[in-house]
C-alpha cells in the first residue's frame, strides 16, 4: 500500500512537471505578435524580453497563439474586463479591443477618451492625440496614468481559485455535520487541514487562542499553495509572483497580529524591561520597525523571489533549445532543454508547498508572539 501511495504521489509530481513544460512552451507562443520575426526567440535579448513579458500580469486571458494557412495571428482565450477611473470619471470596455498589441500602437477610443497599452500598462492619452509620441527613454509623452482597477489574469486567478477553495471547504464542513470520516476530495483536504491546525497553528499559538487564528491560517495556506500549483499549468497563471499579491497577503498578517497583540505584546516593544532607561528607546524604535516593516516585508519578499525565480529558472532552461541549437544542434538542445527543465520543475512542485508552509508558519509564529502571555517574563 505505501508502495502504491508513493508511485501515485510521483506520477503525480511528474504529471504536473509535464504540464509546467507546455505552460512554458505555450506561454512562448503568446509573444509573437509582439516581436517583429513573427515570434521566434532566438537572441539572448529576445529571450530576457520574453521571460520578462511572461512573468507579468496582462489584461486579457490567452492561452495559445497560432498562425492560419492565410498567414494570420489567431488567438485562443478570451478578454477579460477593463475598469479605468479616468480624467472624466468610470470607463469600462473589455480587453480585446486592444488586440492583443502591448506596444501602445493600439488606440482605444471610449466616451470621448483615447486609451493605448504601453508595457501592459494602461495610459490616457491626450484629446488630440492621433498616436502615441515616445522620448527618447521610450517614454510616453503625450499620455498620462489612470487608476486601473480591470480583473486581469492575476485578478481572474484569485477569483476562480478562491471560488474554488469555498465549494470544496463548504462541502467538507457540510460532510462534518453528518458524519466523522469525509468523503471523496474531503479525505484529500482533511489531513491537510489537521496538519495546518496541530503543527502550524497550534504549537505557535498556544493552546489558548490558537483556534481564533486557524481559519485564517488554513486560508491563507491552502491559497498560496493551489495558487502555487496553478503557476504551473498550462493555465500560465503567475499570480503569487505578483509583488501587489504577495504585499496584500503580508499586509493582512501585519493587521491581524497588529490588532491582536496584547499589552504585555505592546509594553516589552515599546518600553521594555529590564534594561537601561536611556536603552529603551533605541530598542522601541528597532521592536517597532521589525514588527510594522521588516516582518511583513519578509513575508512578501520570500514568496515573490521565490515563485518569480522559479519561473525565470525554468523558462531560462527552456530557451537553452533557441540559444544552443546551433553549438549543440537542434536535437542536443532541444534534450539538454527539457531534461535540465522537467527536473527543475520537479522541485518547483515542492517549492509550490514549501513557500505555503513558510508563508504560514511565519504568520502564525508573529501572531504567537502577539497574543502571547509576557507577564512571566
Not at 501511495?5 to 505555450?26: D, M, W
Not at 488567438?75 to 474586463?81: A, D, E, I, K, R
Not at 497599452?117 to 492625440?129: C, Q, R, T
Not at 470544496?168 to 484529500?188: C, D, E, N
Request: proline content about 3%; overall charge neutral; glycine content about 6%.
Amino acid at each position: 500500500m505505501k508502495i502504491a501511495q508513493k508511485s501515485i504521489q510521483f506520477l503525480t509530481i511528474v504529471v504536473i512537471a509535464l504540464f509546467s513544460i507546455s505552460a512554458y512552451a505555450v506561454a512562448a507562443d503568446k509573444n509573437q505578435d509582439s516581436q517583429p520575426n513573427g515570434g521566434q526567440v532566438n537572441t539572448k535579448k529576445e529571450v530576457e524580453e520574453y521571460i520578462l513579458h511572461h512573468i507579468k500580469d496582462s489584461h486579457d486571458f490567452s492561452l495559445f497563439s497560432y498562425t492560419n494557412d492565410a498567414g494570420e495571428r489567431k488567438h485562443l482565450g478570451f478578454p477579460l474586463p477593463v475598469i479605468l477611473w479616468s480624467s472624466e470619471g468610470l470607463v469600462t470596455f473589455m480587453s480585446s479591443e486592444f488586440h492583443h498589441n502591448d506596444d501602445g500602437h493600439v488606440i482605444v477610443e471610449k466616451e470621448g477618451l483615447k486609451f493605448a497599452k504601453i508595457h501592459s500598462k494602461i495610459y490616457e492619452l491626450e484629446s488630440d492625440a492621433a498616436t502615441v509620441v515616445f522620448d527618447d527613454t521610450h517614454h510616453a509623452t503625450n499620455a498620462h496614468k489612470v487608476l486601473d482597477f480591470s480583473i486581469t489574469k492575476s485578478a481572474f486567478g484569485l477569483l476562480l481559485i478562491g471560488l474554488l477553495m469555498l465549494l470544496w471547504f463548504s462541502k467538507l464542513a457540510r460532510q462534518y455535520k453528518t458524519r466523522k470520516v469525509p468523503t471523496g476530495f474531503g479525505r484529500i483536504l482533511e489531513p491537510l487541514v489537521l496538519y495546518v491546525r496541530d503543527e502550524i497553528a497550534r504549537p505557535n499559538i498556544g493552546e489558548q487562542h490558537y483556534r481564533r487564528f486557524t481559519g485564517y491560517l488554513l486560508t491563507v495556506f491552502f491559497f498560496i499553495w493551489i495558487l502555487n500549483l496553478a503557476g504551473l499549468t498550462p493555465l500560465g497563471f503567475n499570480v503569487t509572483g505578483q509583488l501587489a499579491v504577495t504585499a496584500c497577503l503580508a499586509i493582512f498578517t501585519l493587521v491581524i497580529y497588529t490588532v491582536s497583540g496584547t499589552k504585555g505584546y505592546w509594553m516589552h516593544m515599546i518600553w521594555m524591561p529590564g534594561v537601561p532607561v536611556l536603552i529603551r528607546p533605541v530598542l522601541a524604535i528597532i521592536e517597532l520597525a521589525g514588527a510594522l516593516v521588516i516582518k511583513p516585508f519578509s513575508l512578501l519578499v520570500r514568496l515573490f523571489a521565490n515563485i518569480s525565480a522559479g519561473h525565470i529558472v525554468v523558462m531560462s532552461l527552456i530557451a537553452i533549445m533557441f540559444t544552443l541549437k546551433e553549438s549543440l544542434g537542434v536535437v542536443g538542445a532541444t534534450g539538454l532543454s527539457l531534461l535540465l527543465s522537467f527536473f527543475i520543475t520537479l522541485i518547483e512542485v515542492l517549492v509550490a508547498f514549501l513557500q505555503a508552509y513558510i508563508f504560514t508558519m511565519l504568520s502564525a509564529l508573529f501572531i504567537g508572539m502577539a497574543v502571547d502571555d509576557h507577564e512571566h517574563h
